[in-house]
């Protein structure tokens, strides 16, 4: 090869580069503005809101905090965040018990009818949800949990509705059976002879070692609370009862054409950020842990 | 011991499960189809005037909601999902490729995921409001007048625009990431061969990253599909519970935003089941060919 | 703790339904306090006898012993083995400590006297120094220390090992194999090993017993079976570098190889196989048996002469011989035999015959 063509091959590479990091950085925007857009707005005046052409930028004189105190205002967000950690917490925990359990009876112990049971729970993973919805609401309704006629909701029955149905997980239990098998039969042999139960191997032995997998699903059931909006909405009506996806639809869908949007987006920033400083706090966890639960075992 | 049958133990152990899955997802699911052939079933408490053969579904494929409803489902499904895996598949190929900045690039591409719909559907409405909006004013500067997107009054084409590139931007994220990690398990041999031969990156893309990659790409293009055909809360998210533009409400509707005004209406339980059990089957025979085809296409 | 196996048969049953005999009706007696090699090639159903004893397998028939108590019902838990897996089976999540300690929790020993214990066994084992660490910090020949001393700190009835060297690369398999044999001496625990290599089973066992598909072989002191193989196989599975096989007869009360006569037997007159060891050929002026050698490698003190097979054309074989001999290739050699190296063997059944 001649000088002639390596620096030809050279210039090729570069502008290959420039194209491809304009490219990406064009993507990074397109990701990043609808944050930027919403930080920006929500910490507008009602006056800068309403210029036209809007302002893409604000001097630091110009910044307001009145529309958090606002949206904290008109609908209890606080309160919101508490019962989304509260149901959280609750249907993490559940589904954590009955998935190691069921994934443990399936990875490592021997029954009738065991690979028949486990193909049909996995059929149930292709059904939209929405078919169980409809009797779900109805089992809830019939258990008084929705209160009665006059008989307002209480707060355990929302609890309650929110996170019972939500106890336990098909895909989990494949999930974590999958990290189950990977356990070598030498581990629970030696643990045999080391004089263990099958239920202390399980809690002091598997479940340790798959930790990764255990920390995936209280991270993707806590993101799933975070943004669940249907059933929580569907099954209750008090405000201060909510999660924060629907207490924060709720507050802002009967307005009709008013334009707060400052105080909405003061209030989507209050229940984004959480999730976002998880987010970056947990990051390596987070996708890794969304990356193997997408990749499936 | 390990080859000893132990039924009762093991039923023990999955008891919890099974019984709420039992509770929560197989009588629902028999029940949904149940109440699909009866008359007038008020949800809360399962009372109906009786038989009503297939009049639910009959009526439902006449119902213009619903012939709006599938309309609207269907140009999210096929329009969102194959542009996102598109583009998922560049990003991710051009992430694979640079030295720097790939971590901040990739934190980056994956923070939609881990935000609320319904939170950033907001600000996307924003976003497209005729007179304040972002995307207005960015136009501006190059002389295109104001579009009304979704303010009262816009087309369904714009508000349907506006809704697709929020379900873009929504979608690339678990797509980038699982991309990446399929890149990940390509083997860096083949990439050295293909260099050795002094193959172009054109071809190289087209004759070993996609091949390569095709198992991925079948997998997350199926699971999309499946996904899109239940889009609901992000059409919630930028139209608010109406699901329309204002002063028309519906607009957007989805095929799963039917079912649950269904829920919500007294008496249309068994038309919100029939509804949800058409969607299954569209889902199914759909997923169906999708696995068909990619047999076909997917390489090893 | 003397160990008895009575009759002990196992079968699996496999997906597609097939039985595969993988124990037979096999007795041994393991005596108390001895180090016992089980010996033989893969598959032959050693392990799944070491997890019988453990009481991982259920036999399908016979009965298992410890002393005079019958432990085949018994769960393993219960039977007071300690077991090291040829990978080792180390608690990933656990320090050296943990695991060591672990199954004297389940035994609910305090935990004052358990770390001591723990202590005790991993400076016998020689790993003291390490107990923070997780098994992965760990060196192979590390890992089956604490592997060896989670199996004994709870003071088992029996010690049983699978494979235990396997793993480890050759210098470390011989200064482990020391070890074992210096902690076995120690600690006076009947100890049974499995194993495939039989200079392995040889340099440390108290006593083999062979095995080959399922079925007991032989018994007894390693040199003594070396000496005295009881059947072909056993002939053919001990030694380095194995024994010769050649087709021959018996007549008149003589072994005759390839027209020569090579030594002398009781038995009637027949078609029999002769083993013939490599140390088993005399180079000798008046020898009885020529062979013409096709290769020569001096190694120091021996040289192997690779012989033209006299009974099998186009086969050879390999003599080891006194290096005092220069012998060229193309030479024609006359040998004795010695006749405690030769022995013969039924074609059909592979039994030895006087």
């Known amino acids: 090869m001649n000088e002639k063509d390596i620096r030809k091959s050279q210039i090729k590479r570069t502008v290959f580069n420039v194209i491809l990091y304009t490219f990406l950085v064009l993507v990074a925007l397109f990701v990043i503005i609808p944050f930027y857009w919403m930080i920006l707005t929500a910490i ?94 109805s089992t809830v309704a019939r258990l008084g949990w929705l209160g009665g006629n006059n008989i307002p909701q ?45 239920f202390k191997y399980l809690w002091r032995i598997m479940v340790p070692i798959a930790k990764p997998t255990i920390i995936t699903i209280t991270i993707l059931n806590a993101m799933g609370t975070w943004n669940a909006y249907i059933w929580p909405n569907l099954v209750t009506d008090n405000a201060s009862f909510r999660l924060v996806t629907d207490g924060l639809r709720n507050a802002y869908s009967e307005l009709g054409g008013r334009t707060i949007f400052n105080e909405q987006m003061a209030a989507a920033l209050i229940i984004t950020t959480p999730l976002l400083i998880t987010f970056l706090l947990l990051k390596k966890y987070i996708m890794r842990g969304v990356s193997r639960s997408g990749i499936k075992g | 011991m390990l080859e000893r049958q132990s039924n009762l133990k093991a039923w023990l152990y999955l008891a919890p499960a099974l019984i709420l899955l039992s509770i929560f997802i197989f009588y629902p699911l028999f029940n949904a189809f149940l109440i699909s052939f009866f008359k007038d079933v008020v949800i809360e408490d399962m009372s109906t005037d009786g038989f009503a053969g297939i009049d639910n579904y009959s009526e439902v494929l006449r119902n213009g909601n619903f012939k709006n409803a599938l309309v609207n489902t269907s140009v999210i499904v096929f329009v969102s999902v194959p542009l996102s895996v598109v583009i998922a598949l560049f990003i991710s190929v051009g992430l694979k490729s640079i030295k720097k900045l790939q971590g901040v690039f990739q934190t980056i591409f994956f923070l939609p995921y881990v935000t609320n719909a319904i939170a950033i559907g907001m600000a996307f409405a924003f976003i497209f409001h ?99 055909f239940k889009v609901y809360t992000t059409v919630v998210g930028m139209f608010g519970a109406s699901m329309g533009t204002s002063g028309n409400p519906r607009q957007m509707i989805t095929v799963v935003g039917l079912v649950y005004s269904y829920i919500g209406d007294i008496g249309e339980g068994g038309t919100a089941a029939s509804i949800a059990i058409i969607l299954f089957l569209i889902t199914l025979a759909f997923t169906g060919i999708q696995m068909q085809v990619s047999k076909k296409r997917v390489h090893y | 703790m003397e160990v008895k196996l009575q009759g002990i048969t196992k079968i699996f049953v496999q997906k597609d339904k097939t039985e595969v005999v993988a124990v037979k009706s096999m007795d041994i007696v393991i005596p108390s306090g001895k180090l016992i090699g089980l010996l033989g090639p893969s598959g032959c159903g050693k392990s799944t006898t070491l997890y019988m004893i453990a009481g991982l397998h259920k036999p399908n028939e016979g009965r298992i012993f410890f002393g005079d108590e019958d432990v085949t019902d018994m769960a393993p838990e219960d039977r007071g083995i300690g077991l090291v897996f040829q990978n080792y089976a180390l ?73 235990p060297l396997s793993n480890l690369d050759a210098r470390l398999r011989l200064q482990t194999r020391e070890e074992i044999k210096r902690i076995q001496r120690e600690t006076g625990i009947t100890t049974i090993f499995v194993t495939h290599d039989q200079e392995e089973a040889m340099s440390i066992s108290d006593e083999i017993v062979l095995m080959e598909l399922g079925v007991k072989q032989q018994v007894g002191i390693p040199q003594d079976v070396y000496d005295n193989p009881s059947n072909l196989f056993s002939a053919k599975f001990l030694g380095t570098p194995p024994i010769n096989i050649f087709e021959a007869i018996i007549k008149s009360k003589k072994v005759v190889l390839a027209g020569n006569i090579i030594g002398k037997s009781k038995a009637e007159d027949q078609d029999v196989l002769v083993g013939i060891r490599p140390e088993g050929f005399e180079v000798d002026e008046k020898g009885s048996l020529k062979l013409t050698v096709d290769m020569v490698e001096t190694i120091g003190r021996d040289t192997s002469l690779i012989m033209v097979d006299p009974t099998k054309k186009g086969e050879t074989f390999r003599a080891i011989v006194d290096s005092q001999h220069r012998i060229k290739p193309g030479d024609v050699v006359k040998t004795n035999i010695r006749p405690e190296k030769m022995f013969v063997f039924n074609p059909n059944t592979g039994q030895l015959i006087n």
Do not use: C
């Not at chain 2, 260099?195 to 079948?218: E, H, N, Q, Y």
């Open chain 1, 154 to 198: 209480v707060y355990s029955q929302a609890l309650l509705a929110m996170t019972l149905p939500f106890m336990t997980s098909v895909f989990y239990i494949f999930f974590l059976r999958q990290s189950f098998k990977r356990i070598p039969d030498e581990l629970y042999f030696a643990a045999k002879v080391d004089g263990t139960s099958d």
């Open chain 1, 44 to 137: 507008k005046s009602d006056f800068d809101l309403v210029v036209v052409p809007p302002k893409l930028f604000l001097k630091y004189n110009e910044i307001v905090f009145q529309n958090f105190a606002d949206a904290f205002e008109r609908a209890p967000f606080g309160r919101n965040m508490l019962n989304t950690l509260i149901v959280a917490g609750i249907s993490t925990v559940g589904t954590l018990i009955t998935t190691v359990f069921a994934a443990f009876a399936f990875a490592r112990l021997n029954f009738k009818g065991r690979d028949l049971l486990f193909i049909v729970l996995i059929a149930t993973m292709m059904i939209p949800g929405e078919i169980f919805v409809i009797t779900n609401y």
């Open chain 3, 91 to 163: 608690y990933p999540h656990m320090t050296v400590r943990q695991n060591i300690m672990f199954p004297l929790e389940n035994i609910k020993v305090p935990k004052p006297e358990a770390v001591i214990r723990a202590q005790e066994m991993a400076d016998l084992v020689g790993i003291g120094d390490l107990m923070d660490r997780k098994p992965k910090e760990l060196s192979g020949g590390q890992q089956q220390r604490v592997a060896i001393a989670r199996a004994l700190v709870k003071k088992p009835r029996v010690l049983l090992l699978d494979e």
């Open chain 2, 130 to 228: 005729r007179d304040y909006g972002l995307l207005n004013t960015m136009m501006g500067w190059f002389g295109v007048d104001p579009i009304n997107w979704i303010g009262a009054g816009a087309t369904w084409g714009r508000a349907m625009t506006a809704l697709l590139i929020f379900s873009i931007w929504g979608g690339l994220a678990f797509k980038i990431l699982v991309f990446l990690s399929g890149l990940q398990g390509i083997d860096k041999q083949y990439y050295d061969a293909a260099k050795i031969d002094s193959a172009p990156r054109g071809r190289i893309f087209t004759k070993i990253t996609i091949p390569l990659l095709s198992p991925m790409i079948a997998y997350v293009t199926i699971t999309s599909f499946i996904g899109a």
